[in-house]
Each structure stands twice: as C-alpha cells, then as structure tokens.
C-alpha cells in the first residue's frame, strides 16, 4: 500500500510526515520523536481520539495532507549527549575489588571453617546495616596499654576488616580472623563436637548477641542532638526501651497496700514466644511483653506470684526480633526446636505494643503514611489506565458529550472566546498526560511534606529512632533442622537499590533478596521469604532485623 503524507501540528510547528498504513501507531510516534524530541510515551496524538500504540494505521482511513494534531513536552531528562568526563573502563580491565563495587555484582559469600554456618548467617545479616558499615570504617581500636588484650583480637576490629575485605570481592571470603578472635573472647564457640570430633554447631542468636555486644561497648558515633559527645553504635540504631510496670498477681497485697513498680529497661531485640496459640509473629511479640515471676512480697512476708508487663518507649531504627524456637530438653540433653508455623510480615506495625506517650507521637505519622500511599498508588493506577485506554481520556473530534472516568475530570476545560459576530463560543484545550501526572505530583508531594511536619520534634532529633512505628523486612537468619546443636543456618537479605551514577540517588529497588548458604549466593523472589514460615524441619525463621520505613524531608524528598 501507497505512503501517505499527512501534516502534524504541534506547538505551533507543521511537520510534513509519510505515514506507512502497514505500520502502527507505536511507529509513526516514533517518527514524530524524530522531528520534534517529545518521547513516545509523552505524545498524545489526537486521531479519531488518541491514538494507540497498537493501532494499525491503515484502519484510520488517512487521507493526503490530512492535518493531524499531536500534545505533549519533551522530559526534563532529555538533554544532549555530552562525552564522559573520564574514560569508559570495562569490567575486563577492573581489579577485584573495583568489580565488585559494580551495579549487579554479586556480593560475597562466607566460607564454612566446620559448622560455622551460625557465624556465616549472622555477619551476612549484620552487614545489611549501611550505618553500622559507615561507623566500621573509621573505627580504631584503643591500644593494648588501655585494654590488656591485643588489638589484632578486637572483635570489633575484625568485623570492620572483614565487612572492608567482603566488600572487595565477589568471591567467598575465608573470616579466619574474626572467628579466632571470637573463640577467644567467648570459648563456648570453640567447644568440640562429641560425636564428630570437629567443632560442634553453635545458636545464631548466640552468636549474634555477643557480637552486638561487643559491638555496643566499642563502636561510637557522634550524637545528632550534641556534636561535641559520642555514643554507643548499637545504643543509637538498635536499642530501644521499656517502660515496664510490676503488679502482684494477689489481691491482697495490692489491698495492703502495695503498689506498683514501675521501672525503665533497655533491650536489643523483641522475643516472639511460641506456644500452642502462636500463629503469627504479633501473637508472640505480644506473648514477650507479658511475663510471670516469683519474688518475695514484704506486705505479705511471703514469695508470691508478680506478672511484669512491658511497654515500648523508645523503638530504634533497627529493630531484631528472635523467634524463641529453642529450648533445654532434659531427655535428651539439647536444645530442641519449636517446628510451629508462624507467619510474619515484609512490613511491622509495632504501635499497638507502645506505652500511650510513644503512641500518640507515632499513629499520626502512622496514618499519614498510609494516607500518601494510598495517592501514589491512585496516580499510578489512574497513569496506567490512560496509557491503556488514551483514547477514552479525550472526546473526540465531535465534542460529543459522554461520560469520563473520575481519574480523568481534568482531561479537558472549556475556555471562552469571542467569534467574529461577538459571540461567545467555547473552545476546549486539553491536558497532556505530563500536565496530569505534573499535577499530581505536586499534590503527593505536598502531602509528603505534610507528613514531614507531623513528625514528633523530640523523635526528629533522635536520627536513630523510629518515627513512624512502621518498619520494613531487611535480613533474615534461617534454621534448618530438629535442634540448635545441629542444622543448617543460612541468611536472606534484601536487596539495595543502586545508587544511579548521573543523580547520585538511589534506584527503586526490584524486591528481591539475596540468599547467603555459605559461600553459595544466588537471587530469590520474595515469595521465598513467605514460605520461611515454618511447620517442619524445613527453613524457618529464627531472627528478623526490620528497619523504620524512609519519612520525607521538609522538602517532601525521600533520602
């Protein structure tokens, strides 16, 4: 079939285009990108209504020099190409460790010593910490003078070094160094397995609570609040506070007069207890907070039964939650493991287990967030409904009246203007799907901003805090088997988004997790995450960290 030469107008231009009625109409935008720099996806070519990518063009009964109108802007994005400020360097031609800094480079795995996959998972875990990592790499340990113990055994030290050493490689890294150094500070990691002769299998949580620890005593960093003090890493990012109360059980003693005791108490992790009603992890969280004890009464000169129940005061940023799934058999002189399925979520909303004073701080922040969510994802659905249906967006050339969807009332306006006899006639201008989604965007970020202000100022100035009572999945620490003393561990951790080398900014990330079994890593879907649930001797969870969900600034930008 014959070309035919048709005249598209656009900001006041004619361009001349021979239009191929065997082609689409996803080709023939492209020849308009060509002549006037406005992409595909931002043109809005009104043609018996806007015209579909799909449509074949030999359908719109096109006739010579048929004039034709196209609406649109180019991106911002679209600017000239310029030539690299410094040389292009291939994958090829890059050491190790530049490599391995590259976008998509496989991170490092940990090489097994002899059932040291509890140590492996842990350190792989921990590393999902960017601030811990920041922190690591200024850290020096105090001479030997100071402490009496070697700076080469500094455990703290040695978790820098090897964080320093993985993130050079994407190769396993042999951690020698740090496993040696932490068998000496703490030798129940160097006990010998009765049955095989080697290295026994150790607990995780163990591990990754003694290495927090000496981490806690270490590692500081300055205060945001006072420049001129430190404090602990771990204190600042992953200690939060209870505010507990102490009642006993009898009501005779409370009926003598005996009151409550209220006390303040620091943790590094929730306890998700497991029993026979557990079925989701708010169910054991809720479980930990509630605690029974033994302890003498002085008003009734005798022990009696006290119940501590916890709230929380103070959430950090990064919070650990232990699924308790161990405990002492006697018949059998192990630790056996609690198989019951427990569900968790990829987002945890913690409000409901905080003390009244840190809930209403947080719930408006709270509902605000959701409150923004909700409006991206309307923008987005109503943007992905106009590019599958654009034509339904506009009235066509007849002006006929029908009736347009809610999303799309600010598609056309009447204008008024004065015909040669004096009349008012009414015109109609349309908005291009920029000025919608322009318009839109300005609505979600003032929205953002909004949420900014509602942040509690006390919680502002704490950067290592919670201020939303929301938080993300970041790292999982899995288990596999019948008992602590013997398994499998591995760790699940998500992905970070690169960071894009032209803006300095961080991409979206794609929702996938890394798999860390050792030295093997591989990419999995989220999806692999929900069956970590639990019910056998499959994986299971043991420890979650979760990190407080991004707020916006001021500016209603995310950091």
Known sequence: MASITVVVKHQGQKYEVEVDPDTTGEVFKFQLYSLTGVEPERQKVLLKGVLKDD???????????Q?????????????????????????????????????????????????????????????????????????????????????QLDLTRQLRDTYKSMSETQNA?????????????YPQFAERSRTSGGFAQQDAEEAWSQILSQVR?????????????????????????????????????????????????????????IDGATNHLRDGI?????????????????????????????????????????????????????????????????????????????????????????????????????????????????????????????????????????????????????????????????????LNALIDPDLAKDDGANQSGLYELRGVVTHQGASADSGHYTAYVKKTAPVDAKTGKRKEEDGKWWWFNDDKVSEVTADKIDGLAGGGESHSALILLYRAIPLPTAEGTME
């Not at 890294?173 to 500070?185: E, W």
């Not at 005593?217 to 102490?246: C, H, N, P, W």
């Open 67 to 151: 004039n034709i109108m196209m609406l649109g802007t180019p991106s911002k994005d679209g600017k000239d190409l310029v030539r690299p400020s410094e040389p292009i360097k291939f994958v090829e031609d890059m050491t190790e460790a530049e490599a391995a800094k590259q976008e998509g480079a496989l991170p490092a795995g940990l090489s097994n010593l002899g059932n040291t996959c509890y140590l492996n998972s842990t350190l792989q875990t921990l590393r999902a910490i960017p601030e811990l990592q920041t922190a690591l790499s200024t850290y020096e340990p105090p001479s030997r003078q100071a402490t009496g113990t070697l700076p």
């Open 217 to 273: 005593q270490k590692l500081r960093v300055k205060d945001a609040s006072d420049a001129t003090s430190d404090t602990s890493f771990i204190e600042k990012y992953m200690s939060g506070e209870f505010t507990s109360e102490l009642v006993c059980d009898e009501a005779a003693a409370r009926e003598g007069g005996e009151s409550a005791v209220t006390s303040k108490d620091t943790f590094l992790k929730l306890n998700c207890h």
């Open 55 to 65: 449509t074949v063009m030999s359908t719109l009964g096109l006739k010579p020099n």
């Open 286 to 450: 809720a479980n930990g907070l509630a605690e029974g004890l033994e302890k003498r009464s002085e008003v009734l000169g005798r022990d009696a039964q006290y119940t501590k129940t916890s709230k929380i005061s103070r959430l950090p940023k990064y919070l650990t939650v232990h699924f308790v799934r161990f405990f002492w058999k006697r018949e059998t002189q192990k630790k056996a493991k609690i198989m019951r399925k427990v569900t968790f979520p990829h987002e945890l909303d913690v409000v409901e287990f905080c003390d009244d004073k840190l809930k209403k701080a947080l719930i408006p922040v709270r509902d605000k967030v959701r409150e923004v969510r909700k409006e991206e994802e309307d923008v987005e659905r109503a943007r992905k409904r106009r590019k599958r249906n654009g034509d339904d967006d506009v009235p066509e050339a007849s002006n006929s009246k029908k009736d347009t969807k809610k999303d799309d009332k600010k598609e056309t306006k009447k204008e008024a203007g004065t015909s040669a006899d004096g009349d008012v006639e009414m015109t109609e201008t349309y908005k291009t799907d920029a000025e919608i989604d322009a318009e839109r965007a300005a609505q979600v970020l003032a929205m953002k901003k909004e």
């Open 173 to 185: 890294y042999v951690p020698h160094t740090f496993l040696a150094s932490l068998r000496d500070l």
